[in-house]
């Protein structure tokens, strides 16, 4: 149990084009998920915290406008990278949080998806 | 706030030896602790957690951690490390300060084990 997913796993896009990124809890409901970027062999640094039906909440330095969050569901939060530029090119890896309960406060972790951006 | 350093950035080891990885936090109220493991191009997979009680915790794979309130520290260990345990470690950590809602990672340790 407790099964994240994202799609796609990894994209390559050009530079001024907009990417959507998916994370969905697979058998769990997820009021609150988490997205995160990591640049090679560094830490996760927490981008935003989705939660579903309202606006998300951005780490402070996080571009709102750029990174648009979307949690319209329990089992789906998405990420679109707008005008994407060849910086923004890195890791991007969502949590989930199981909104029954279960195993407590923690996060369960998607696989990432690869952003390469020309 | 919360914080975690990881004081290595990469343990070198040799197989069926044993390893620890060291994680200290900072925080100033009541915290939980995490492990992961992170391997190339992949999500983390949870090793292990510390929320309350027995300090002395064991997770998945072998590996097991202690939680030390007054040195602050969550080191993580394992007796005898195999070739597949090479990856990134992550330690984490959440505070009542942010509600238990968000974690903060360290830098991450790069365990390389060698036969």
């Known amino acids: 149990g407790a099964v994240v997913s994202q799609h796609p796993s990894w994209v390559i896009c050009k530079s001024g084009t907009s990417v959507k990124i998916e994370c969905r809890s697979l058998?769990?409901?997820?009021?609150?998920m988490f997205w995160y970027r990591q640049f090679p062999k560094q830490s996760l640094m927490l981008m935003a915290t989705?939660?579903?039906?309202?606006?998300?909440?951005?780490e402070q330095g996080v571009e709102k406008d750029k990174f648009l969050i979307n949690h319209a569901s329990l089992t789906l939060s998405t990420l679109t990278v707008t005008s994407a530029h060849p910086e923004d090119s890195s890791f991007y890896i969502c949590?989930?949080?199981?909104?029954?309960?279960?195993?407590?406060?923690?996060?369960?972790f998607g696989p990432g998806t690869r952003l390469t951006v020309l | 706030a919360q914080s975690v350093t990881q004081l290595d950035s990469q343990v070198p080891v040799f197989e069926e030896a044993p390893v620890e990885l060291r994680c200290n936090y900072s925080?100033?109220?009541?915290?939980?602790l995490f492990w992961y493991v992170q391997y190339p191009n992949q999500g983390l997979q949870l090793l292990l957690k510390?929320?309350?009680?027995?300090?002395l915790v064991k997770g998945i794979n072998g590996f097991e951690a202690e939680f030390n309130k007054s040195q602050t520290s969550f080191h993580l260990r394992k007796p005898s490390v195999h070739i597949s345990d090479t990856a990134e470690y992550f330690c984490?950590?959440?505070?009542?300060?942010?509600?238990?809602?968000?974690?903060?990672f360290g830098k991450g340790t790069m365990l390389l084990v060698s036969p």
């Open positions: 949590s989930a949080r199981d909104s029954g309960g279960g195993g407590g406060n923690e996060q369960f």
């Open positions: 058998d769990f409901q997820a009021t609150t």
């Open positions: 989705s939660n579903e039906g309202s606006k998300a909440t951005y």
């Open positions: 925080s100033s109220v009541s915290v939980y």
């Open positions: 510390y929320l309350s009680g027995s300090t």
């Open positions: 984490a950590v959440t505070s009542a300060s942010s509600g238990y809602s968000t974690l903060t």
